[in-house]
């Protein structure tokens, strides 16, 4: 019984708390909220065998992103550019992601 609330969006920059890609940062890519995933740009690369398709006819080892758990990353608020934790604010317009260090609207 997972709840499938995430604060975290695709095109969010996010930093890696912990994981052997710990401290770095990057865009994510792809979110799976029904998961509670996410994919990093550059984060917990993956070397995966691939056969030859028409859109790669050489095939061969590609490195790919994997989904890491999205309790392992942090939002990095763009206003004051420090990873932080998200609270929602309701507003009559909806709810809106507020950053936890400067208050500052996210969205």
């Known amino acids: 019984m997972s709840h499938n609330k995430m604060r975290i969006k695709k ?7 912990s ?7 990057g865009p994510v890519m792809r979110a799976y909220p029904e998961n509670r995933k996410v994919v990093v740009e550059k ?3 993956a070397k995966k ?3 030859p398709t ?10 790919i992103e994997m989904p890491i758990h999205v309790s392992t990353v942090m939002l990095v608020c763009p206003k004051c550019k420090e990873p ?3 609270t929602l604010k309701v ?8 950053c936890k260090k400067c208050g500052k609207d996210i969205d």
């Not at 095109?11 to 708390?17: A, E, F, M, P, R």
């Not at 507003?91 to 992601?97: A, C, D, L, N, P």
Request: hydrophobic share 30%; glycine share 14%.
């Open 11 to 17: 095109g969010d920059t996010v930093y890696v708390i």
């Open 19 to 25: 994981g052997k890609s710990k401290g770095s940062t």
């Open 43 to 45: 984060v917990a690369v």
């Open 49 to 51: 065998a691939k056969r």
């Open 54 to 63: 028409r859109d790669n006819p050489q095939g061969g080892i590609m490195s």
């Open 84 to 86: 932080t934790r998200v």
């Open 91 to 98: 507003t009559e317009s909806g709810k809106i992601r507020v």
